[in-house]
């Protein structure tokens, strides 16, 4: 059989061209082309019309009269992990994980396979890591190896040829950036190459119901390496973050076709590998002997489950002629805008200031409750004055002023006095009808109340 012909694909607009050109010609994008196989010659529009007149595979039905069969979930051995998937592994999904390396993507995978024994065959594909390497860190972590079986493959032919052979239930790709597949000439981990050999591979997990997981690299951007496709292409998205050097680590549900999204899973890495943390509410606190200038605690609630975090500001006059606005584990524009918010119904300016916001422990904080502590942190560094160190706060802030409502309120203010917090600033909207036990409330409604709450501290 004579081999497809190749083409290449720009990854910006999706144009086809037969040669390789440094820069689309389509959009003008640079450097966005890489090989792509030409769809399946052979169905063109009139048989496919022909098909639909008649004999057609599949058919048309009433979303009433589908009877999906029963999800079967098992668990992989780790609740935290169970919990980010939405209860458990589904059969034939595919799970893709991304993070930095050396955060412990392979512990992890290796950690949760090693947990099926019996019935559930497990197989763990590496392609970047000799078989003796895996086995060294199994015996280092001191999981059983249970039943699990092991390839060192790249190719994603042999690796599906083996797969079908052994026919496992859950199966670990360890990382799809080093597969190639024979079709295409490129180099393992360029564009063509990831989203041929994934699209290759769902397809093997669909046919025969293996649950997949893909591990795969993070760019310098902080996004999967290889195209966005991918993310399109799987059924659930686990990004792996935190410091390298720290101790926890956090998984975090971006997309799941299966579950709630922005569910956390925690850990801490050990020398016995990684460690559930069942209740992360304040793994990430710091306390401070004495209160500082600039340190404020937020009650966020990533998926079901609240945890304090310390946000952190530093306001310092700029040598520059644009000031920096810096964040960390926070979005930067949001900074911006909070800052615009800041001076318009605050009425104070930092246009001469460089503004420096960081969460502490690499905690991420992806939802706008933030706002307020953000400004409230920033507010006391710049004032170089302290905010009780038994305050929590928690709420969104709108353009106009107003200090917005968020989520589970009477959740955060119950951890909060649990923790032995004995102070609350909150949306008014959030304030609890009935006290909550030790816990003083201040709600508020706009930005300017904040401003009086602060003077009168
Ligand atoms: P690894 O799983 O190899 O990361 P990834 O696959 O994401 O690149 O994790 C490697 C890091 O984890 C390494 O820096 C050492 C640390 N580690 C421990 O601290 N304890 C352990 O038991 C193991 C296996 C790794
Ligand atoms: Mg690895």
């Keep these: ?5 190749l083409q290449y ?29 030409p ?30 069969g029963r999800e079967t979930r098992v668990s992989v051995g780790l609740g935290e992990l169970d919990r980010v998937l939405g209860g458990g592994l589904v059969a034939g999904s595919v799970v893709l994980i991304g993070g930095d390396p050396g955060i412990g993507k392979s512990t992890l995978l290796l950690q949760a396979l090693a947990s099926f024994s019996g019935d559930v065959r497990a197989l763990y594909v590496t392609g970047e890591e000799s078989p003796e390497q895996v086995s060294l860190r199994a015996r280092r972590l001191d999981v059983g190896a249970g039943d699990m079986r092991l390839l060192a493959e790249t190719s994603v032919e042999r690796i599906i040829e083996h797969a079908r052979l052994e026919s496992p239930k859950v199966m670990v790709i360890d990382s799809i950036q080093t597969l190639y597949t024979e079709a295409l000439q490129s180099a393992p981990g360029s564009v063509g190459q990831v989203r041929e050999s994934a699209a290759q591979l769902v397809r093997f997990a669909k046919q025969s119901g293996t649950a997949l997981f893909l591990v795969g ?15 399109h292409m799987v059924d659930t998205v686990l990004y792996f973050e935190g410091d390298s050097g720290g101790r926890y680590r956090v998984i975090r549900a971006i997309k799941n076709r299966f579950g709630a999204v922005n569910e ?21 606190l710091s306390r401070h002997e004495q209160p500082v200038a600039g340190s404020v605690i937020l ?34 524009n949001r900074l911006a805008m909070l800052l615009a918010v800041q001076h318009r119904h605050g009425g104070v300016l930092m246009g001469d200031q460089d503004v420096y916001v960081n969460v502490v422990g690499g905690v991420r904080v992806t939802e706008t409750a933030a706002d307020l502590s953000v400004l409230l942190a920033v507010l006391s560094s710049f004032r170089d004055r302290s905010l009780p160190n038994d305050l929590v706060v928690f709420g969104e802030v709108g353009l106009a002023g107003e200090i917005r409502p968020v989520p589970n309120g009477q959740q955060r203010l119950h951890e909060a006095a649990k923790l032995g917090f004995r102070h609350a600033l909150v949306p008014a909207a959030n304030a609890p009808r009935t006290p909550v036990k030790g816990l003083h409330i201040y709600p508020v409604s706009r930005y300017p109340e904040v401003m009086d709450w602060f003077a009168g501290l």
């Design 1 to 5: 059989m004579a081999k497809p012909k």
């Design 9 to 37: 694909q720009c990854s910006e607009c999706g144009a086809l061209a037969p040669k390789w050109a440094g820069q689309c010609a389509d959009c003008g994008a640079w450097n966005s082309m890489s090989e792509a196989l």
């Design 39 to 68: 769809a399946a010659s052979g169905d063109s529009g009139k048989s496919r019309f022909a098909n639909y007149a008649g004999q057609v595979g599949t058919q048309i039905q009433a979303l009433d009269e589908v009877r999906p």
């Design 217 to 231: 690299h993070v760019t310098k951007e902080g996004t999967l390496a290889g195209p966005r496709v991918l993310e």
């Design 264 to 284: 956390l899973g925690v850990f801490a890495m050990t020398d016995k590998g990684l460690k559930e943390v069942r209740n992360p509410s304040s793994i990430f």
């Design 299 to 332: 009650v966020t609630m990533e998926g079901t489950r609240p945890m304090l975090v310390e946000v952190q500001a530093l306001v310092d006059d700029s040598q520059l002629a644009n000031p920096r606005r810096v964040t960390l584990g926070l979005e930067q």
